[in-house]
Nanobody
Framework: QVQLVESGGGLVQAGGSLRLSCAAS????????MGWYRQAPGKQRELVAT???????NYAESVKGRFTISRDNAKNTVYLQMNSLKPEDTAVYYC?????????WGQGTQVTVSS
C-alpha cells in the first residue's frame, strides 16, 4: 500500500504564489508517474501537471508558464510551484501516484485564490 500526504495549500491573493508538496510512503515501485490534479466546486477533477520518475513533465494548458512540477526521487516527494495564481485556480488539489497497475490518491489540499 502507498500513502500520499499533501501539504502547502492555503489562501492567497491573485498574483501570489504557493508551493504544494506531496510525500509518498509505503511500497513504491521505482517506475512511476506522480502528479497533481484539481477539482473545483461543481466541476470534474482535471489534470494540472505530471512528472515521470525520469523527469518528463506534462502540463495542462491553463497552467503552462505559471506552474512548475518537480520531484525528489530519493524522498519520493513531488512539488508544485504555483506562481501568478488566478481566482480560477481555486480548487482542491490532489496528489496522484500511478504505475502500470495501480493508482493512488492523496486526501487533497485546498487552494483558494482571492481576487
Amino acid at each position: 500500500q502507498v500513502q500520499l500526504v499533501e501539504s502547502g495549500g492555503g489562501l492567497v491573493q491573485a498574483g501570489g504564489s504557493l508551493r504544494l508538496s506531496c510525500a509518498a510512503s509505503g511500497r513504491i515501485f521505482r517506475i512511476n508517474t506522480m502528479g497533481w490534479y484539481r477539482q473545483a466546486p461543481g466541476k470534474q477533477r482535471e489534470l494540472v501537471a505530471t512528472i515521470t520518475n525520469g523527469g518528463s513533465t506534462n502540463y495542462a494548458e491553463s497552467v503552462k508558464g505559471r506552474f512548475t512540477i518537480s520531484r525528489d526521487n530519493a524522498k519520493n516527494t513531488v512539488y508544485l510551484q504555483m506562481n501568478s495564481l488566478k481566482p480560477e485556480d481555486t480548487a482542491v488539489y490532489y496528489c496522484n501516484l500511478r504505475t502500470k497497475v495501480v493508482n493512488y490518491w492523496g486526501q487533497g489540499t485546498q487552494v483558494t485564490v482571492s481576487s
